[in-house]
């Protein structure tokens, strides 16, 4: 059946001043604060977290600039009170994993847009639920995909549009972040959540920032799409010893000994229904520098992000001054427009604020959404599909069709402005500002 609604390429009706929520303000939630404050259109006007004192701190970010406080919300069920009580134009999620889908399914019933933290879901019917509340709401569910926007990702992705590498054949994507020591940090996560997640859950538990950006480049729900894949997995060498090393010293880490954990390297592969290969890593305990690969693989160019940045047409590298050139043809409008701002305000060197901005700025011009939610469910379904393959043996799993059809017309994303870019910045950023606005 076609889909009750397509999401793809949805305009919904220009918001002037972007009343946005934030949930969520552990580690990345007041970033996202502070990088929101500085958008012109946007206002802030609920926080939320479970923990009061995180809300009192985010406080700060909006009233150090002289902004005004926004509503404060906390305790377990504070958000549902939120949503009642507050209107929004735009709930942004920076929970625990396991809130993601939950929340963008009430923000978008209670009226609102709905961005969220990635992954936007953690099972598949979880992932077909926003979809479907996305098309019966006419709201946009946004994964906040920061990866997409990186500086090479958007680079590559002009590039493939403009065939520099020719048809697309193979590209690989990753998170290799060493978190071992953060995932047992008593000070981390909160409630230890992303440790439980390595027990409970057995595959590629974060795909989105490896797969999303080379998704885009291979026009994924957009004129192909991903059929079905297969994950193999190691076992788990590391995280077990580390909960004995921890429990012997501390009794607090005497629940984690013994439990069965996340095998430590998770390969996933993928075919695309027109005959292209993705491979997908996930690794998160060995003590290795950090990568997302980004590699595209040609008829004419390559391209990989990891160790260092390299481009070659046949048998080389390019030299810098070469890519330099590139860069400069290449790079899309919406980085030559505010991808020096962007540094400024910071936040991953500059991706994530480039992300944000452009959000707001889709929504209050009324244009589609960069990443939709159909994007959003077809990245994450790969944790809850992955897993299902390791626990079969690396057996072959069919990956839904969220568009239902639509992704056989559904175009790519634009890359120009289109219009947009007429959202300013407020204030000026500068060096000063920012270290006063630095949360202790
Ligand atoms: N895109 C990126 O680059 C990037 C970077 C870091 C984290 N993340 C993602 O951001 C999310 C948050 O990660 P984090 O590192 O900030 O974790 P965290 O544990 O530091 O923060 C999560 C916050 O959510 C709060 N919370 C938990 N349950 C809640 C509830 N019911 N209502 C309101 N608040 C609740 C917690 O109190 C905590 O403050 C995760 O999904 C993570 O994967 C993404």
Known sequence: AAPAFNMTGYAAPKIDKVRIAVIGLGMRGPGAVDRLSYIEGAEIVALCDKHADRVEKA??????????????????NGWQQMLKEVELDLVYICTPWQYHAPMCI?????GAHAASEVPIGLTVKECWEVVRVSEETKKHCMMLENCCYDFFEMLTLNMTRQGLFGELVHAEGAYIHDLLDLNFNKKGYDDMWRLRQNIKMNGNLYPTHGVGPIAQ??????????????????????????????????SFFQEFVGQRYRGNMDTTLIKTEHGKTMMLQHDVTSPRPYSR???????????????????????????????????????????????AQAKEVGGHGGMDFMMDWRLIDCLRNGLPLDQDVYDGASWSVIVPLSCESVAKNSKTVLIP????????????????????????????????????????
């Open 59 to 76: 406080q700060k970010i909006l009233t150090n600039k002289g902004l005004k406080e926004a509503k404060s919300y906390s305790g377990e």
């Open 293 to 339: 690969l980004h590699l595209l693989s040609g008829t004419k160019g390559f391209a990989q992000k990891y160790p260092k940045e390299g481009i070659a047409f046949g048998h080389s590298f390019i030299k810098e001054d070469e890519l330099k050139g590139l860069y400069d043809k290449y790079t899309p409008e919406l980085i030559k427009y505010i991808g």
């Open 401 to 440: 069709d969220f568009t239902k059809g639509a992704w056989k017309t559904n175009k790519p994303h634009d890359l120009t402005l289109n219009g947009g870019g007429n959202t300013g910045i407020r204030p000026k950023v500068s060096k000063d500002q920012k270290n006063q606005l630095k949360i202790d």
């Open 106 to 110: 009430a923000a978008m019933k209670a």
């Open 217 to 250: 480049c291979l026009n994924i729900n957009r004129g192909d799409r991903m059929t079905h894949l297969v994950a193999m997995q190691s076992a788990d060498f590391q995280m077990g010893e580390k909960a004995k090393e921890l429990a012997a010293k501390d």
